[in-house]
């Protein structure tokens, strides 16, 4: 069974920083594409960041370029998303996904997500 389990969330002052993660289980990814997504209340679905399995090439939403660093440890099977200056606009269930183009993410497989709440 294909599962992708995050960690990491919580509440954090702005300013501050968070590390979330993911661990992918249930089939090999190596072929995948690798995306943090957040949607905040009322908002849509976000793209953070993504991540080739393989290549370890990064891809970064416009919003957290130079803040967020997407990284991936294959022995771990674990995609990281390190937060840093984070902002209340931040706030948002963070899903961690994997799809094998990174064009159709709906595809792909998603986990459950974990909440971050930046206060102000």
């Known amino acids: 069974q294909v599962q992708l389990v995050e960690s990491g969330g919580g509440l954090v002052q702005a300013g501050g920083s968070l590390r979330l993660s993911c661990l992918a289980s249930g089939r090999s990814f190596t072929n995948y594409i690798m995306g943090w997504f957040r949607q905040a209340p009322g908002k849509e679905r976000e793209f953070v960041a993504g991540?080739?399995?393989?290549?370890?090439?990064?891809y970064y939403g416009d919003s957290v370029k130079g803040r967020f660093t997407i990284s991936k440890n294959n022995a771990k099977n674990t995609v990281y998303l390190q937060m840093n200056s984070l902002k209340p606009e931040d706030t948002a269930v963070y899903y961690c996904?994997?799809?094998?183009?990174?064009?159709?993410?709906?595809?792909?497989?998603w986990g459950q997500g974990t909440q971050v709440t930046v206060s102000s």
């Open positions: 991540i080739s399995w393989s290549g370890g090439n990064t």
């Open positions: 996904a994997a799809d094998l183009t990174g064009i159709n993410w709906n595809s792909g497989y």
